[in-house]
């Protein structure tokens, strides 16, 4: 089966930058998308790595370690429409499980 | 582009009626994804479709829910008899499955209240 560990909350001050965390049990998986998601919203693509390493997408940069099995969301220049649950899910191929989300906090 | 859409927004029924949720998904996506949201189960895979085909129903919590794709712009997901345990916001989902289905792009949801 497949595990998906996130944080639950995390909570950062305007303008800094924050790293979400995502560990996972899981093996033959094709990859790690980050979704967004804002209250009483829909889910919202962010990212995807395909291989390990660091993809970079403006203010957001994803990570991905496969051999650690682990990836990160990075958000830069935190701005208070960031607050939101952001939530990694493994790609199979056909189709995406998603972890549980962590909720962001985002101080003035 | 419209994007997904969804419909009803909100739907709020009493234990035992039948709920009709229903989707149309990108003009071009060949991938159809039904999803469940709570705030204890988190964002849950019901079931998918390629070509309008069925592929993966075991995220189907029991036989009280059914899912079908008679075309490739519609789909439907049917709960009969509705119980309160089934109140949730259900997404739907599309994409083009050659790109693995790793970037989805979803509905604005159903938000179902069972009493």
């Known amino acids: 089966g497949q595990s998906l560990e996130q944080p639950s909350e995390v909570t950062a001050v305007e303008g800094a930058i924050v790293q979400i965390n995502c560990t996972y049990q899981?093996?033959?998986?094709?990859?790690l998308s980050w979704y967004q998601q804002h209250d009483g919203g829909a889910p919202t693509f962010l990212s995807y790595n395909a291989l390990d390493g660091l993809e970079e997408t403006g203010r957001f940069s994803s990570f991905l370690s496969r051999s650690d099995s682990y990836g990160y969301l990075l958000l830069q220049e935190l701005q208070m429409k960031d607050s939101a649950s952001y939530f990694c899910?493994?790609?199979?191929?056909?189709?995406?499980?998603f972890g549980k989300g962590t909720r962001l906090h985002i101080l003035p | 582009d419209a994007g997904v859409i969804q419909s009803p927004r909100h739907e709020v029924t009493e234990m035992g009626q039948e709920v009709t949720l229903r989707c149309k998904p990108i003009?071009?996506?060949?991938?159809l994804f039904w999803y469940r949201q709570t705030m204890m189960r988190g964002l849950e895979l019901l079931i998918y479709f390629n070509n309008n085909v069925p592929i993966d129903d075991s995220g189907m919590p029991e036989d009280r829910f059914s899912a079908k794709m008679p075309n490739a712009s519609f789909s439907t997901l049917k709960i009969q008899p509705s119980e309160p345990r089934d109140s949730a916001v259900y997404f739907c989902?599309?994409?083009?499955?050659?790109?693995?289905?790793?970037?989805?792009?979803f509905g604005p949801g159903t938000r179902l209240t069972v009493t």
């Open positions: 003009s071009g996506h060949n991938s």
């Open positions: 899981t093996s033959g998986f094709y990859g």
């Open positions: 989902a599309s994409s083009h499955a050659g790109q693995g289905s790793y970037e989805q792009y």
């Open positions: 899910a493994v790609s199979y191929g056909d189709k995406i499980i």
